[in-house]
């Protein structure tokens, strides 16, 4: 049966505080982090920074525009083009340079910005370079160009390959990676200084981004996984979960940041720790200043910087961070999130329920009262009866993002690049032809016709006997997926607020005038549907267009579940 209806939208806030809802039994304190000061660019979504040997750093966004952060205030400067843009890297405020869709390369010289060309008229996806003379642009299919000071000159891989960052620790150690577009694995490539070299090792994840300190010491991230390199040996130092680890870099071998989403990793030299309370800042770029200090971005204008002598604490300490909510009544709503909370809504106060895990809870679903499933990371399943929650055996380690059935014994469960789960009343079974992919959401009409969407961009289809990857695949994270029948469905991402629908026929791009991020949709009907992301951001929808609706939260919402007035 379907995601049940009721009346009134939930919206279910990430980093909602809670210890003032009545609860007997307190939140505990997340760590938070303290080491960082934010502020927001102005009319900016940059995609990309780079810090000048000057001091300034520099970002650029999907409208053809950069800024330069003084240190003191930021200066917005158009570049006269509005292409997209994706990377921007120089020598210099004289000799800057950003890339973009259709193979757009602009260079900025004597105050002005100038169209080059390179020799690429694909999406130009990134830019690095060791000096003036030795540049390197890459992009989608395999494209990859260039400069050594007269002219570009251009080198191309598979062209299924769409290589997403560059970077090297010198001219004659350069590394581009990105993804495989038909399997979603990773690709990676060296340049030695005669000649590219395809690294024959099967990753398992797409590339975002590289950084390091030595030849020896070079880190690899992406989706759901980092990769360490030591000259010898490629190691996998932290376990992979359901994470899209976006950007890294660090101010030493000992202070290590990689981001996903809006928390972040942290490497002190022996370990790997997880840092959250970045509020709803979602980085897409992190790069170390001149002065030795990192500065994060991300695409809804937040920019934030480390201080040696500031700190400055970015969240309330008595707050959980939510991602999951359902329910039944207005009296009976269920929501689970990091450490494994699991809360119950009695229609007056939030209730911590006693839960058998300190993973992180990402998504519950249930068809009554008494039979309720909760999903996490590390393999994580639970189920409650109605009396306590119990752990299930999922056969599998891998984070389990999100849960969806037709009924208590057709239960559906996605995870990351480990395949989709069913449940048969009894036991939790590995289903064929799912894994290898790096599931988010799913969402079904019936036992025989249920989807799933991809971190990868792609759209998997159940038809009760088989599940197929369907033909049209986005190029774009793909978050969330809803529908009121075969013929209407829509998936959302975070990428600019990236939309589509299916009409019964073909995927289509919903041009909704937003570009916030989005992570959840749901609706009661064809003619209301509600979509949510970042800072609060709500469209609604009802049957015809969407339209940007008030929101009283300016917190991440990640969830949205149909379900009566509770507020």
């Known amino acids: 049966m379907p995601k049940t209806m009721l009346s009134f939208a939930i919206l279910l806030v990430v980093g909602l505080i809670l210890s003032s809802c009545g609860s007997d039994d307190p939140i505990v304190p997340k760590p938070v982090a303290e080491d960082w000061t934010w502020s927001r660019t102005p009319d900016l979504n940059p995609t ?34 509005d292409a997209k843009l994706n990377g921007i890297w120089g020598t210099g405020s004289g000799n800057l340079y950003v890339v973009g869709d259709e193979g757009t390369v602009l260079r900025r010289s004597e105050g002005s910005w100038h169209q080059i060309e390179v020799g690429i008229p694909f999406d130009i996806l ?84 590289i950084w390091g300190l030595a030849k020896d010491d070079l880190y690899f991230v992406g989706w759901g996984r980092i990769y360490h390199f030591d000259g010898t040996d490629w190691t996998v130092p932290i376990p992979s979960q359901s994470a899209s680890y976006r950007a890294i870099a660090g101010r030493s071998a000992s202070d290590i940041y990689v981001f996903y989403g809006s ?129 299930q055996d999922a056969g599998t380690s891998s984070d389990v993002t ?82 009121t029948a075969p013929d209407d469905i829509f998936t959302v991402g975070y990428e600019g607020g990236a939309t589509f629908h299916f009409d019964g026929t073909s995927w289509n791009v919903v041009d909704h005038g937003g570009f916030e991020s989005l992570f959840g949709i749901h609706g009661n009907s064809a003619q209301r549907a509600f979509a949510v992301g970042v800072h609060g951001h709500t469209l609604r929808y009802d049957g015809e267009i969407w339209t940007v609706q008030e929101n009283r939260t300016k917190s991440r919402v990640s969830v949205l579940r149909e379900a009566p007035a509770v507020f």
């Open 48 to 81: 990309d920074a780079w810090a000048s040997p000057d001091g300034d750093v520099w970002v650029c966004d999907g409208a053809g525009q950069v800024a330069r952060f003084t240190g003191a205030s930021w200066i917005v400067e158009p570049t006269g083009y």
């Open 402 to 483: 999100d849960v969806w059935g037709s009924s208590s014994t057709d239960v559906f469960a996605t995870t990351w690049y480990g395949g989709i789960l069913h449940y048969d009343g009894m036991d939790w079974t590995l289903m064929p032809e799912t894994e290898g992919h790096p599931i988010w959401s799913v969402w079904g009409f019936s036992a025989s016709d249920v989807y799933a969407v991809t971190e990868s961009g792609f759209v998997l289809h159940y038809d009760g006997a088989h599940w197929t990857v369907l033909p049209d695949r986005f190029r774009l994270p793909l978050r969330a997926v809803w529908g």
């Open 263 to 391: 928390d972040a990793m942290h490497y002190d030299g022996t370990q790997w720790s997880s840092v959250q309370g970045w509020g709803d800042s979602i980085v897409v770029d992190i790069v170390t200043s001149t002065a030795g200090e990192l500065v994060a971005i991300s695409p809804d204008g937040d920019v934030g910087q480390t201080s040696a002598d500031s700190w400055q604490a970015l969240v309330e300490q008595n707050s959980t961070r939510l991602d999951g909510v359902w329910g039944f009544a207005d009296d009976d709503v269920i929501a689970v999130g990091s450490g494994g909370h699991i809360m119950h809504y009695d229609g007056g106060d939030w209730i911590r329920q006693e839960s058998p895990t300190t993973n992180y809870l990402d998504a519950v679903w249930g068809p009554a009262p008494d039979d309720v499933f909760a999903v996490g990371w590390n393999g994580t399943i639970l189920h409650f009866d109605g009396s306590s929650w119990s752990a």
């Open 126 to 209: 990134t830019i690095w370079g060791t000096s003036a003379d030795d540049i390197y642009v890459a992009g989608r299919a395999g494209a990859i160009s260039h400069f050594d000071g007269q002219s570009w000159t251009r080198t191309s891989f598979s062209s299924h390959v769409d290589l997403q960052t560059i970077w090297g620790t010198a001219p004659d150690n350069v590394y581009a990676g990105g993804e495989v577009s038909a399997s979603g694995q990773g690709y990676l490539a060296r340049f030695d200084g005669t000649g590219w070299v395809e690294i024959e090792q099967e990753f398992e994840t797409s590339f975002n981004d």
